[in-house]
């Protein structure tokens, strides 16, 4: 009896094995041969690979964005204006700041101020960083040290806590994603500062360098400065953003080469509306009429926009964790290595984790 069930299942697992080789006779095709096959026989069916962008997004919204944005430049060049209109709020220190008063400062005085923007759902935290007192002394030398130092000390900032025992499941990215650095508008060429600066940070951050109160230049002296700067730019080796190198494909390719034509941005800023054939604008009056900051016809400030927010915030972010803080990571590690140090003092940083009874982390 059981040598004939065993006799009678035998067809049917051979028949199982014929069913295999019949698949396995498909011929192999290309991409839309298979598409073509898959369609008309009705081999495969939806699996819904394409809903995990919608997965990302609804997380993305959940958690919100971190931005965090450096202006440089002497004061008067319209750095907090520059700000305020480019997010359409009262973001830089010197709006927050109730009772504000402009002065100059000795030294180079770092100061960040913080907030959370929503728009259409999505919130993202954007951090400005100011640095009063740059190239306002007699005497400027070294005046870029603070803030190589505060760049720097964000990446260390950031390094403890990866490299931390118990850290936390998201680490706060306090890193300056990009630096808008503003260039006089002198209509001559670079100045000493502005080379110094611009050769030094630009190896550890990402420098986007401006011109600002661009409406004090004709549009012909516009476009004679930006040709001086870009020669300076190419003759002293200083990289700013969007670099060649960090291209990823012909189409990024394409896209930066249009951006780099247009850098340094000729930009203008302003927080006030007014009336221009019966629609409210942003702008900035003067005697000969109104000049429009967001019409492409004046000014390059909705470039500039585009680039640090709707196309380019993303990239900007990426270059700076996968280029500038992983290049400061491996240095660190090398130097700890090298002097005989080893992990441990970095990955002992557990502000949040717990001891036993004898003082030690469990």
Not at 248 to 259: A, F, H, P, S
Request: aromatic residues 6%.
């Amino acid at each position: 009896m059981r040598k004939d069930t065993q006799q009678g299942l035998e067809p049917q697992v051979q028949m199982e094995e014929s069913e295999v080789e019949k698949i396995d006779e498909i011929p192999c095709t290309s991409n839309s041969s298979l598409e073509d096959h898959t369609r008309d026989h009705g081999f495969f069916g939806y699996v819904g690979i394409e809903a995990v962008l919608d997965q990302m997004r609804h997380k993305a919204m959940k958690t919100g964005f971190e931005f965090n944005v450096m202006v440089v430049g002497q004061s008067g060049l319209g750095k907090s204006t520059l700000m305020n209109t480019l997010f359409k709020s009262k973001v830089s220190r010197k709006s927050c700041t109730p009772d504000y008063e402009e002065k100059i400062h000795k030294t180079v005085h770092l100061q960040s101020v913080s907030h959370v923007i929503e728009e259409k759902g999505v919130k993202m935290k954007l951090t400005i960083i100011d640095t009063p007192g740059f190239g306002d002394q007699i005497n400027n030398e070294n005046c870029w040290d603070p803030i190589e130092k505060y760049i720097n000390v964000q990446y260390e900032e950031y390094l403890k806590e990866e490299l931390s025992i118990n850290r936390k499941r998201r680490i706060p990215d306090t890193r300056v994603h990009c630096c808008v650095y503003f260039l006089p508008p002198s209509g001559h060429w670079l100045r000493p500062i502005d080379v110094e600066f611009m050769k030094r940070l630009g190896k550890i951050v990402n420098i986007v360098p401006v011109i600002a109160k661009a409406d004090t230049l004709t549009i012909e002296e516009r476009l004679e400065f930006r040709d001086r700067i870009k020669r300076d730019l190419e003759a002293y080796e200083i990289s700013v953003y969007p670099q060649k190198e960090y291209d990823q494909d012909v189409e990024d390719q394409i896209l930066n080469d249009k951006i780099r034509e247009k850098i340094p941005f000729a930009v203008v800023g302003t927080d006030k509306e007014h009336q221009v054939n019966g629609n409210k604008i942003l702008g900035r009056k003067t005697k000969w009429g109104i000049i429009e900051v967001e019409n492409v016809a004046h000014c390059e400030f909705s470039d500039l926009r585009d680039l640090l927010i709707r196309s380019h915030l993303q990239d900007l972010k990426d270059i700076t964790h996968n280029i500038h803080y992983e290049t400061y990571r491996v240095r660190r590690l090398n130097e700890i290595k090298m002097n005989g140090i080893g992990l441990s003092p970095l990955m002992l940083v557990n502000s949040g984790s717990e001891k036993d009874d004898a003082g030690n982390h469990v």
